[in-house]
C-alpha cells in the first residue's frame, strides 16, 4: 500500500532518493525532489524471512591436522534481500572462507566455514558462529559446529564414552607470590606402532621448569611441570613443545599456565569487548588487608562509559563498562583508569584488549585450548 509524505527541500536544486526506517523496522524508500514542497508515493520494500537448511553440523571422530570445512545454506524466503553483514565466532579456530553477502527473495546462498584442527581444539568440542544480518528485530543467526578431535599423542586423559578431554595442560590456579606447585601431564601413544617423543622447547621457561620422562617405552610419558616464583601479576603463560617422529602429529604442545592475584585485582584481566553485547562487568578485588576505596572510574574513550557500585566495603566492588554494540577497540588498545585511597597502588589501570583476542578468564583452571599440536 503506497502512502504519502510531504517533505519540505531547503535546496532548489538538490534531487536524491532517501528512505527511512518505520516502526517496525521495514525499510521505506521515497522518490524526494528537493526544491518545493512536494508530495512523493514512498513504497514499503520487503523484508527478507532468512531460513538456515542446517544449522547444526557435526564432523563426527576427527584427528588433529585433518583439514575440513562445512558449508551451511540460508534461504531467503521472503520479499527483500537478505544481507549478511558480519560474524563473530567463539573459536579463532573457525574461519569463514567464503560467503554470500546478499541473498535475493527466494534465492540460497552459502557460508563456507574452515576449522583449523592444528590448534585451539581437543576432545568433544562444540564452537557456534554469530551472523549479523539486515533482519528487522531478529538481526542474529547461529550456526554450530561439533565434533570429537582426537590426537596421536594424546594429552591427558581422554573418556571414549563422552569425548571429553581432562588434563591436557598444566594450569595453576591462584598461587600466591611466594608459593610453589607441580602438576603431572600424561601423554599416550595412540598408534599401534611405538613412537618417539622428546623435549624441543627450553626446560626452563619463565616461572616453570619441565622434565618429560618416558614410562612405557614408546607408548606412555608424562610432563612434569613445576611453577615457582618470581611470577608476574595475573596470567603466567609458557608453550613447551615436544617433537614426534609421526608425521601426521610432528609437535605436541602443552600449554602451562600460573594465575597469580595482585594485591588490587581485576578479573577478568584485560576487558575483552565482545561486539555482540554492549554491557561488561568487572570485579575489582582487593586482596590484601587494610581496606581500599575506589574514588573514581575513567575511560580514554568518550563512546565508553563505566560506573561502580560497592559490593563489600573495602574489598570487593563490581565496575559496569558499556560500550556501543559493535564496538572494537583500536590495535593499540583503550583502557580505563580507576583511582583509589590506596597509599601504594593510588591509580590502576584495566587495559582492553585489542580486536581479534581470545577472551579473558575470570580465574584459569584448565589452559586455554591453544595448545593443539
Avoid at 167 to 181: K, Y
Wanted: with cysteine; net charge negative; aromatic share 8%.
Amino acid at each position: 500500500m503506497e502512502t504519502l509524505k510531504t517533505v519540505t527541500a531547503p535546496d532548489r536544486n538538490a534531487r536524491r532518493i532517501g528512505g527511512w526506517r518505520d516502526r517496525r523496522g521495514a525499510h521505506v524508500v521515497c522518490g524526494l525532489v528537493l526544491g518545493a514542497t512536494v508530495f512523493s508515493p514512498c513504497v514499503e520494500a520487503g523484508v527478507p524471512i532468512p531460513k538456515v537448511l542446517n544449522n547444526d553440523h557435526n564432523f563426527g571422530e576427527l584427528w588433529i591436522n585433518d583439514v575440513v570445512s562445512h558449508t551451511f545454506r540460508i534461504h531467503n524466503a521472503g520479499d527483500g534481500d537478505l544481507e549478511l553483514i558480519d560474524a563473530l565466532a567463539n573459536c579463532p579456530c573457525l574461519k569463514i572462507e567464503r560467503f554470500d553477502r546478499r541473498i535475493g527473495p527466494g534465492q540460497t546462498g552459502e557460508i563456507l566455514v574452515g576449522l583449523d584442527t592444528s590448534r585451539y581444539v581437543y576432545g568433544r568440542f562444540n564452537y557456534r558462529l554469530t551472523v549479523f544480518t539486515n533482519v528487522p528485530g531478529e538481526p542474529q543467526l547461529e550456526l554450530k559446529l561439533g565434533g570429537v578431535l582426537r590426537e596421536y599423542i594424546q594429552r591427558g586423559h581422554f573418556d571414549a564414552t563422552t569425548g571429553r578431554v581432562t588434563g591436557v595442560g598444566a594450569g595453576f590456579r591462584r598461587l600466591t607470590p611466594d608459593q610453589t606447585g607441580r602438576m603431572i601431564v600424561p601423554l599416550s601413544n595412540q598408534t599401534d606402532a611405538p613412537a618417539t617423543l622428546v623435549l624441543a622447547s627450553p626446560a626452563q621457561q619463565g616461572c616453570f621448569d619441565v622434565d618429560l620422562e618416558e614410562l612405557e617405552p614408546g607408548m606412555k610419558w608424562r610432563l612434569v611441570v613445576d611453577a615457582k616464583p618470581p611470577y608476574k601479576p595475573y596470567q603466567n603463560e609458557a608453550i613447551v613443545e615436544l617433537a614426534t617422529n609421526l608425521k601426521e602429529q610432528p609437535v605436541v604442545r602443552v600449554t602451562c599456565t600460573a594465575y597469580v592475584p595482585p594485591r588490587l585485582e581485576f578479573r577478568p584481566y584485560p576487558l575483552v569487548p565482545n561486539p555482540a553485547f554492549a554491557v561488561r562487568e568487572v570485579n575489582f578485588f582487593n586482596n590484601g588487608d587494610s581496606p581500599v576505596k575506589v574514588l573514581e572510574v575513567a575511560t580514554d574513550d568518550p563512546r565508553v562509559l563505566a560506573d561502580v557500585v560497592e559490593k563489600q566495603p573495602g574489598k570487593h566492588y563490581l565496575l559496569r563498562v558499556v560500550m556501543p554494540i559493535g564496538y572494537v577497540p583500536p590495535p593499540q588498545g583503550h583502557r580505563i583508569t580507576v583511582r583509589t585511597d590506596d597509599p601504594k597502588e593510588p591509580t590502576l589501570v584495566l587495559p582492553f584488549a585489542p580486536a581479534g583476542a581470545a577472551d579473558a578468564a575470570d580465574e584459569p583452571s584448565e589452559p586455554t585450548p591453544s595448545s593443539g599440536g
